[in-house]
């Protein structure tokens, strides 16, 4: 995976990795190791022994493979100043210092399926019947429907465990595992887990009567929305209706959705970019883990100053010096790419920044301007692909929130006047219409076209339809509320 597209929580690892590969590439804060990696190679680039030492020399004779040795030069690693060294070190007016001893607080929680599984020790259960009851439980989805089909499930005992089991004993033990908390779960389907929500409520509660009622009569009716008929069937008055569906959204259509999911990257975002507003004046710095001190280690720079200083240069230390200079290169160009990334995220968004500033400024979605991956490409003289994988991966922390680098790309739409205006706009517009409307007699898409076209905006009603799926807003027929 290239640097770029690298999430910046994930990025410690991936130099982690480049450490433990590389031995020439350290932190600039580190000065040694107890263990270092480069003794081994220094032994081998220690002068040979010679015969009165009780050894022969081991002199570096032409055999035909000399010339792979022959001109090995060093000249540019040993002749290096510091100057040159601090050209890979990371250091940038951008970039904030890092947060000494801070650790990232890591969630201890209980997952859905352990929440369950715990529940079994309530029963009184055989091992046949807990081998059983915990197939079932792993067979529950993260949403806590058990949608797996009830044959499948002896065949999973059969083949996986050699549990020899039939379908009746399963509905039994579905039957006990339904009591468990949270209310709903193990149900096949939406009607099921509702209807067993109710059945854990008061019963002698009139409104709980009545909404097992329409959920049990009448569940197609309620899921379009279609009261007329459901009043007519089961002869409501207009607070009775009101009453029993109030009962009814009270109700969680995904009983495991209220329990944490381990595990899942999208549990937090780390933001790569902070963008602040200091006196009319928009400051963008990069994350600091993103500009790591990294530096070509000193002790491999200085073993090829001795092997450059010695007289008589070996087979053996020649080989370690190709090892070596092979490794500095590695590293160097692991820094530059680390560095090519910052500087590639910065003038990214940069000119996001730049092109989007009313937006920083306000946190006004209706501010927004058209803008497109090629504006972003242009400005940077970078590739559309490359700005594509930056605002496809990258998230900046604003005082109006923590937004995705995508959500600043919109196409663009004409008003009377001529004048091009973002289609996020336009879809802010037709939310803020949606969430004023009247819920009794919600507005139809002919009508929003209508209201949006009042307000100078050259829409088609196929367009608004197409935004407000966009925005996850169901028709006009399914917001109508008592």
């Known amino acids: 995976m290239k640097l770029l597209q690298v999430p910046t929580a994930n990025l410690d690892e991936r130099i982690k990795e480049e450490l433990e590969e590389n031995p020439a590439l350290e932190y600039g804060e580190e000065e040694g190791h107890e263990d270092d990696p480069a003794k081994e190679i220094q032994e081998e680039l220690a002068p040979a022994t010679t015969a009165e030492e009780g050894g022969e020399e081991d002199e570096f004779e032409p055999d035909g493979s000399e010339n792979e040795y022959d001109n090995i030069d060093i000249s540019e690693y040993v002749n290096e100043g510091d100057d040159d060294i601090a050209d890979y070190r990371l250091r940038d007016d951008n970039y904030p210092d890092p947060d000494e001893n801070k ?226 290169d590695a590293a160097k160009w692991f820094i530059d790419a680390i560095k090519q990334r910052q500087h590639t995220l910065l003038s990214t968004m940069e000119s996001i920044m730049d092109y989007q500033r009313e937006f920083f400024m306000t946190g006004d979605e209706t501010t927004m301007k058209p803008m497109i991956l090629k504006d972003i490409a242009d400005i940077t003289q970078l590739d559309i692909s490359t700005v594509s994988r930056v605002a496809n991966s990258k998230y900046v922390q604003t005082e109006f929130g923590t937004f995705k680098l995508k959500f600043f790309f919109s196409e663009s739409l004409s008003t009377d006047s001529g004048e091009e205006v973002s289609t996020r706009e336009v879809k802010k517009i037709l939310s803020d219409l949606i969430e004023g409307e009247n819920k009794r007699k919600p507005l139809s898409d002919e009508n929003l076209t209508k209201m949006l076209q009042d307000k100078g905006y050259n829409i088609a009603r196929r367009t608004v339809a197409k935004y407000r799926e966009q925005l996850n807003i169901p028709v006009a027929r399914l917001r109508k509320e008592l």
């Open 103 to 328: 650790t990232i607080p890591v969630r201890v929680e209980t997952s859905f399926h352990e929440h369950l599984l715990s529940q079994l020790g309530m029963l009184e259960l055989d091992d046949h019947q807990q081998s059983i009851a915990e197939q079932i439980i792993g067979s529950i989805d993260d949403d806590g429907y058990l949608r797996r089909e009830i044959s499948a499930i002896v065949d999973d005992l059969s083949f996986s465990q050699n549990v020899q089991t039939d379908e009746e004993e399963i509905r039994m033990l579905i039957k006990k595992i339904q009591e468990f908390d949270p209310p709903g779960v193990c149900c096949a389907d939406l009607k099921e887990c509702l209807l067993l929500q109710l059945k854990r409520k008061p019963q002698d509660d009139e409104g709980v009567q009545t909404a097992y009622q329409i959920l049990d009569n009448y569940f197609d009716e309620f899921t379009k929305k279609h009261y007329e008929k459901i009043q007519k069937g089961l002869n409501l008055t207009d607070e009775g209706l009101k009453e029993a569906i109030n009962q009814i959204i009270r109700l969680t259509p995904k009983p495991g959705g209220n329990y944490a999911t381990v595990n899942k990257a999208e549990s937090y975002v780390v933001p790569d970019f902070f963008i602040f507003n200091n006196n009319g004046k928009l400051e963008l710095t990069l994350n600091s883990k993103n500009a790591p001190d990294l530096r070509i280690s000193e002790g491999y720079r200085e073993m090829l100053k001795e092997y450059d200083r010695g007289d008589k240069k070996d087979r053996r230390q020649k080989e370690a010096v190709l090892f070596i200079k092979q490794k500095i």
